[in-house]
């Protein structure tokens, strides 16, 4: 194994010339429009990212199509010690793919295919989409448990290593949840890499790791059976009301014997709903619950939604709403509502928010009062570990970052958590704190660092002794 004594360290030089020529035959390009796409996701909904990450391009491109390419290329980057930063749709929001330091970007598109699939579980390579793999699913009876709204663009293998939940998670849980994700094939980067397989609580080691500790090359899902999910949107006179609906219909799904079988249940401000194209002139002056739901619930959905001052106004199968020339549910929640407003709003930013449980809409009405027209409310309700559970993604009408700053005080001093999405660190987005379990295993993956170097504080401090981690990337930039 290669030793971390030799680990690399910001401002060492390389020899991409020399990676270029070892990898003489694969798909490479270093062409300027390439690179440029390479060095950007959407990091772009963070002011704060967008002024530090714009124009951290790779030295170059590479799409394997097999695993003994990957190999190659881990190797390669290995030999040569280049950094070497793995994409796939490029749809995180925290410049998770961008590389900070240049060397390869390793672009797993191109490895696409199913290999194995049936009603109940799903083989796939990396970088197959959600979206492509839910259909292949469908036609077999089966489909994903959950996605990200970004599904049509994003892949399996991005997905697991960047993301958490997302429409489905009320009714599957989190990413993380035992039995969501069934096993893993991982590349180390080694002169001589080795293809690892994790199961069981090992998926863990290189889930939600941004690609630091190996490149995964193929994912085993759980699927569930297909259901042809109805779309709802459910108006209320008081936001207060649709969190309480919230709340009351969240327990019916989540409960042993569940009462309602939810998909996705997500509310919205009234002055969020604007954003969104197809609703602006059509859902009244009132908050909105976006849902996803069988059409045995959908009766039983809109009597509890009665009970709390609200009624359904809009519902159907997803292409029914798309002919009426209404937004799919999907893509009026989770950070889709960050783009929607975008789209119109440049001055929007937004945060990630959790609250302590059981969500307290009490809490969320003072925090409303408290910073009145800079914070729009928007949350989602969701399974994890068997609980339901709230969070927050709230847009922010942008000041500066003290403003967010002082925002993201400010609940925490109400005892909520913030996911904070304008850093790459990836101990200060979410976690806080180090996993040790990751980070061990990156010593055993990525020996080297020359995985997505400068994500893992860490890392940084620990290997590299850089107190503070974060690292002076201000003149690395290719
Ligand atoms: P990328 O952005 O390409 O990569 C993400 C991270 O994973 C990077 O660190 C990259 O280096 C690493 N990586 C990618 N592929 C591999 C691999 N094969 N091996 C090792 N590391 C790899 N996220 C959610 O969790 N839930 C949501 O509901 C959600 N909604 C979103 C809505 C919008 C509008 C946007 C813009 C983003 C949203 N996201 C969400 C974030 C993102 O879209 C998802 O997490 C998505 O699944 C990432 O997949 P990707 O292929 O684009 O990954």
């Known amino acids: 194994m290669d030793s971390p004594a030799k680990a690399y360290r910001p401002g060492d030089r390389f020899s991409i010339d020399a990676v270029r020529r070892a990898l003489a035959g694969l798909d490479v390009v270093d062409d300027a429009a390439s690179r440029e796409r390479a060095g950007r996701d959407y990091y772009w909904y963070s002011p704060v990212l967008n002024r530090q990450l714009a124009g951290r391009n790779p030295h170059l491109v590479v799409r394997p199509r097999s695993l003994e390419e990957v190999v190659a290329v881990a190797a390669a980057c290995a030999q040569h010690r280049v950094p070497l930063t793995v994409r796939g749709g490029g749809t995180g929001n925290y410049g998770q793919c961008v590389p900070l330091f240049g060397g390869v970007s390793l672009d797993v598109t191109a490895l696409d295919r199913v290999l194995d699939i049936d009603s109940g579980r799903a083989l796939v390579e990396a970088g197959a989409l959600l979206h492509s793999v839910d259909q292949a699913a469908r036609a077999q009876g089966g489909q994903l448990r959950m996605w990200p709204s970004t599904a049509r663009i994003a892949t399996v293998g991005g997905f697991i290593a960047g993301g958490h939940s997302g429409i489905g998670s009320m009714r599957h849980g989190i990413l993380a949840d035992p039995g969501n994700v069934l096993s893993l094939q991982v590349v180390t980067v080694e002169r001589v890499p080795r293809v690892l397989e994790l199961r069981g609580d090992e998926i863990r080691l290189a889930h939600h790791a941004y690609g630091t500790n190996g490149i995964i090359t193929q994912v085993e899902l759980a699927l569930t059976p297909a259901i042809e999910w109805h779309h709802t949107i459910a108006l209320f006179d008081h936001y207060d009301d649709v969190l309480r609906f919230g709340l009351a219909a969240g327990a019916l799904a989540v409960q042993a014997n569940p009462v309602l079988d939810l998909f996705q249940l997500s509310a919205v401000e009234r002055r969020i709903t604007p954003y969104y194209a197809g609703l602006r002139d059509r859902l009244e002056d009132r908050d909105a619950m976006f849902a996803q739901m069988t059409q045995a ?22 292409a029914e709403l798309l002919a009426r020339g209404l937004p799919s549910c999907t893509e009026c929640a989770y950070n889709h509502t960050t783009l929607e407003a975008l789209k119109s709003d440049p001055g929007v930013t937004y945060l990630q928010v959790a609250y302590p449980g059981p969500l307290d809409p009490a809490l969320v009405a003072r925090q409303m009062a408290r910073f009145g027209d800079e914070v729009l409310m928007h949350h989602e309700f969701s399974r994890s570990a068997g609980e339901l559970v709230a969070f927050a993604l709230p847009l922010v009408i942008y000041f500066d970052e003290l403003q967010l700053r002082s925002l993201m005080a400010s609940f925490e001093a109400d005892g909520c958590w913030i996911f904070d999405p304008h850093t790459w660190v990836l101990e ?6 180090v996993d040790e379990a990751q980070l061990a295993f990156k010593r055993e993956a990525d020996p080297l660092g020359l995985m997505n170097p400068g994500k893992v504080r860490a890392w940084d401090e620990r290997v590299l002794g850089i107190p503070g981690g974060q690292l002076s990337a201000s003149s690395q930039k290719t």
């Open 297 to 318: 619930s959908l009766a039983g959905y809109d009597a509890l939604a009665r009970q709390f001052g609200g009624r359904v106004v809009e519902s159907g199968t997803e």
């Open 428 to 433: 200060d987005g979410g976690m806080k704190q």
